[in-house]
Structure formats: C-alpha cells, structure tokens
C-alpha cells in the first residue's frame, strides 16, 4: 500500500513556474512506476507526464514537452514535477500517481495509487 500527498500547487501568472512534490508513504516507493495526471474544470482527467521506476524512461503530453520535468528521488520517497514557463491551459488539479506495473503509462487504469490533488491556477 502506498499514500501519496501531493503539495505546491497555488497561484502563478502566465511565464511563471512551480514545483509541484508528491510525499509517499512505505518503504517500497523505489519500486513502483509514477505519473502525473491533471483535470481541468468541466474536462476529463488527462495525463501529463509518466516516469519508470528506474527513471530510465519517461513520457510527456505534448503540450507540456520542454517545459514539464518530471523527477523523483528515491531516498526521500518523493516525486516531482516542475513546470516551467505555465500557460493558462496549465490551469488544473494536478494529481500523482503510482504503479506497480507499467503496461501503458499514459493510461490511468495503469495506475494503483492517487494523491488528492493539488490546484494549480494560472493567470494570464
């Protein structure tokens, strides 16, 4: 079993950027897969970004691609994503995920674990 808390969403204005972090709990987060999901207002969730658990390998939505990074660090049990020069199509609840199998990464039924979410807003 592993909780995730996500934190470091908030207010930006359009150019700016955020890091978002996502807490796990456990001892076993080294072992699991990891992505990054968003919704919009009145939209479905969609995927942003996706990384392997060995971090040889990661995935981005095209929109996000040269100004997304996802990253994690194993020893503090924490994954991130920084978001570079934010638009307001950025503007969502950002949602992080772990899985113990990653077959389609880009896929959210690929997904066993979900944080509640953290809003970010941004302005033009």
């Known amino acids: 079993q592993v909780q995730l808390v996500e934190s470091g969403g908030g207010l930006v204005q359009a150019g700016g950027s955020l890091r978002l972090s996502c807490a796990a709990s456990?001892?076993?987060?080294?072992?699991?897969?990891i992505g990054w999901f968003r919704q919009a207002p009145g939209k479905e969730r969609e995927f942003v970004s996706a990384?392997?658990?060995?971090?040889?390998?990661?995935y981005y939505e095209d929109s996000v691609k040269g100004r997304f990074t996802i990253s994690r660090d194993n020893a503090k049990n924490t994954m991130y994503l920084q978001m570079n020069i934010l638009k307001p199509e950025d503007t969502a609840v950002y949602y992080c995920?772990?899985?113990?199998?990653?077959?389609?990464?880009?896929?959210?039924?690929?997904?066993?674990?979900w944080g509640q979410g953290t809003q970010v807003t941004v302005s033009s």
């Open positions: 990384m392997s658990r060995s971090g040889g390998s990661t």
């Open positions: 995920a772990a899985a113990r199998l990653f077959r389609a990464p880009r896929t959210e039924s690929t997904y066993d674990f």
């Open positions: 456990g001892r076993t987060f080294s072992s699991y897969n």
